[in-house]
């Protein structure tokens, strides 16, 4: 029987209760990648602040402990759409960042959430699919024939591939424990099931006001949006653990992760302990930016994407699935997070990570704790750093907008399979999206 819970939270370590002080040197609101990183990099620049992190649910509740395990290199526009934006050595500074951030999340916790960096395959099951993907070869992505894409992913129907070395599988919900216990052994008052609200001076917390000259807002999805970045959903399902038999057929001994380029995203990881979790949007923009937690298992969603995994693997029909569950990201209009750092008014703010929050809320985070305490790091030029973020257009027209487009990407995905061509619909798409 299917859990509708995420397969990684099955271990949940438990935090004493506490009363919090009355005040600290920093606030962060949110108990997710976000805030958690935000700690530990403001630690390691200075290990005598008191800090305090304040999360309303569990920590790693959000989409830091639902995610689908891949700490990329990717961002989430892509590099040759960057390049157009900021130039070239802007751009590679970027992903180096990126690289090297992934090399430090695993330093820092290793075999204890089952890190193996073994890179990315992107394969194309049709041939407007090997075209999108043959736009994208550069230095870091490979190409690869249908016979070596073959050989390393048994995919049916696979033409071809894309390889990307730089990317690591985690089981996120373990990072976020591993993290938990680490700030709690240097100190960080934790504060789970506690809300927190930014005022002048501090954070209020059950009325009563928690002094601090700095307050970090780390809510991603769960803040107020406004019009700055809206919560779309990705939705999840995971395998019960498969036999020897079945990975000799499938392939990946090194546990890469895999995706097919198809407009709808999707995304899949071989986990430690021999399953198949594997993810995709499809479920519906709510209107006005709101949340709503029947979103998280929508059944037909998630049908789709067992549907798409039986596809990709026949021996896998009849499989049993044991967990289904899903969570918001937040996605700005452009697609680029967000980092901001106010000194005059002493509050942050980090987030739009766009589903690449894994290894990005890290490299942010390490920004933002060098930006607070003034250090001086090459990272603060990276070009995100107190951008201004462009709003989403009102409602109802984004809401109609972003349904739109999805829908327009799951057709697109349907002509493709039909026709064999790419679809013409992506010349509609891609410039509404702006990737």
Request: glycine letters at 8%.
């Amino acid at each position: 029987m299917e859990r509708s819970q995420a397969l990684w939270q099955d271990a949940k370590i438990e935090l004493a209760r506490r009363e919090p002080k009355s005040s600290y040197d920093i606030c962060i609101m949110g108990g997710g990648f976000s805030g958690l990183w935000s700690a530990h990099h403001l630690l390691k620049l200075d290990s005598s602040l008191k800090i305090a992190i304040f999360e309303a649910r569990e920590f790693g509740f959000g989409a830091s402990g639902r995610n689908g395990g891949w700490a990329s290199s990717e961002y989430p526009v892509y590099k040759e759409s960057l390049i157009s934006r900021i130039g070239k050595s802007k751009t590679e500074e970027l992903f180096a960042a990126l690289d090297n951030s992934i090399d430090e999340i695993g330093a820092f916790a290793g075999d204890e959430v089952g890190f193996v960096k073994a890179g990315s395959l992107y394969f194309a099951r049709n041939e407007a699919q090997v075209s999108r993907l043959r736009e994208r070869i550069d230095a870091t992505h490979s190409w690869l024939s249908a016979s070596e894409a073959k050989a390393k992913l048994n995919v049916e129907g696979v033409k071809g591939a894309l390889f990307n070395s730089s990317c690591a599988t985690v089981s996120p919900f373990n990072l976020v424990n591993c993290l938990v216990k680490d700030l709690t052994r240097r100190g960080v008052d934790l504060f789970e099931h506690t809300f927190a609200t930014a005022v002048e001076g501090g954070v209020l917390v059950n009325s009563a006001l928690i002094a601090a000259p700095v307050v970090i807002k780390a809510t991603e999805a769960f803040g107020d949006p406004g019009r700055e970045f809206i919560p779309l959903y990705s939705l999840m399902v995971a395998t019960e653990p498969l036999s020897n038999a079945d990975w000799d057929e499938i392939g990946n001994n090194s546990r890469f992760t895999f995706a097919e380029a198809s407009h709808m995203v999707n995304y899949a990881q071989r986990t430690s302990d021999n399953r198949i979790a594997i993810g995709g949007r499809g479920a519906t923009y709510q209107f006005n930016s709101k949340l709503n937690v029947a979103k998280e298992n929508t059944e037909k969603v998630h049908a789709t994407i067992r549907a798409l995994l039986t596809s990709w693997f026949p021996v896998l029909r009849g499989v049993q699935f044991t967990h289904a569950w899903g969570g918001a990201v937040a996605i700005t209009r452009d697609w680029e997070p967000y980092l901001q750092w106010d000194r005059a008014k002493g509050f942050a703010r980090l987030g739009g990570y766009a589903g690449d929050g894994v290894t990005m809320s890290y490299l942010s985070a390490k920004i933002l704790a060098h930006e607070i305490l003034d250090e001086p790091n090459e990272l603060r030029n990276l070009h995100f750093v107190n951008r201004k973020i462009r709003k989403w257009e009102p409602e109802p027209i984004r809401y109609l907008g972003v349904n739109t487009l999805m829908k327009l990407s799951a057709i697109s995905d349907r002509e493709e399979r039909i026709t064999k061509r790419k679809s013409v619909l992506d010349r509609v798409i891609s410039p509404l999206i702006l990737r």
